[in-house]
């Protein structure tokens, strides 16, 4: 379980950039934080893992405050996937995935095994193994990002904008192959994107913030979808965009769900 207690961050040069944040993240569940460039997503993931101290509050994780646990062992703990993979370009890919097993102890020759398993449990050949991240493409390197922050089998996965670079078909292959993984592994995952459709698709919960971190609403993607607390919600989510608003015609017997322009969407299944 990870808290969010009263946190604020205020840059040194005077920047505020969440205010006041409150957040409790249930073990085992995602909750994807979702809101425009500039609203403090980045900035709340990375107090979990002390890439940033907050100025006010506190994070707790499993009800210990960060502030106290040892920041480097903190972070080889948690995993943490960045937009553009944040590979080491002069390692080759297994290598890169074990690096922090490596750091940990793990034997070299373990871990560049357990690293292979890795790649095919992310989609791809153990055979991209051998190569350098600048010889994959931007999907496979998203991948393999996944893959090393998963090597040290940590609870906690932190994603920031991790599939933002990639066009949208592998980006929507991408994010089913996450929502499969973690079907099966279960992690807490926090997850933080702009892109609303990506939110619906992969939180358990949904957290819309506003500027400064504020939060404008927070519940299932069904919820949010039903029921947008207010105008910003309503137009964040694009509650009145056509292929949100569903109505239902009876075609050959059956029930047709039909989008805002008129096109079939699928059938209705009693
Ligand atoms: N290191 C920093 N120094 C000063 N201001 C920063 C720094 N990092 C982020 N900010 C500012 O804090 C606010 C929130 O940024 P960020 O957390 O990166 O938002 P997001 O990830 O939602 O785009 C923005 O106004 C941004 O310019
Ligand atoms: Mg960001």
């Known amino acids: 379980m990870i808290e969010f207690e009263s946190v604020s961050k205020t840059y040194p040069d005077g920047t505020v950039a969440v205010e006041e944040f409150s957040l409790v993240v249930p073990s085992h569940r995602s909750v994807v934080l979702v809101g425009s460039s500039g609203s403090g997503k980045s900035t709340l993931l990375q107090m979990v893992n002390r890439m940033v101290e907050p100025t006010g509050g506190r994070v707790a994780i499993d009800g210990e405050d960060v502030a106290g646990r040892d920041a480097v062992g903190l972070r080889r703990s948690i995993g943490y996937v960045l937009q553009h993979g944040g590979l080491l370009p002069h390692r080759t890919v297994l290598d890169n995935i074990a690096t922090v097993p490596v750091l940990n102890g793990t034997r070299r020759r373990r871990a560049r095994t357990e690293a292979a398993g890795l790649l095919e449990r992310v989609g791809?050949?153990?055979?991209?193994?051998?190569?350098?991240?600048?010889?994959?493409?931007?999907?496979?390197?998203?991948?393999?990002?996944?893959?090393?922050?998963?090597?040290?089998?940590?609870?906690?996965?932190?994603?920031?904008?991790?599939?933002?670079?990639?066009?949208?078909?592998?980006?929507?292959?991408?994010?089913?192959?996450?929502?499969?993984?973690?079907?099966?592994l279960g992690k807490t995952i926090i997850f933080v994107t702009?892109?609303?459709?990506?939110?619906?698709?992969?939180?358990?919960?949904?957290?819309?913030?506003?500027?400064h971190g504020v939060i404008a609403q927070r519940g299932t993607p069904a919820e949010i979808l039903a029921s947008p607390a207010d105008d910003f919600v309503r137009d964040f989510v694009g509650a009145d965009r056509e292929e949100r608003r569903l109505t239902v015609r009876k075609v050959d017997g059956r029930d047709v769900a039909v989008d805002g322009t008129g096109r079939p969407v699928g059938v209705l299944h009693p």
């Open 194 to 211: 702009h892109d609303v459709d990506e939110a619906l698709r992969l939180g358990d919960e949904v957290v819309v913030l506003r500027r």
């Open 124 to 184: 791809l050949d153990p055979s991209l193994g051998r190569r350098y991240p600048s010889q994959l493409s931007g999907g496979q390197q998203q991948r393999v990002g996944v893959a090393r922050a998963l090597a040290s089998d940590p609870n906690i996965l932190l994603m920031d904008e991790p599939f933002g670079a990639v066009d949208p078909i592998v980006r929507r292959e991408l994010q089913d192959e996450l929502a499969r993984l973690q079907a099966d």
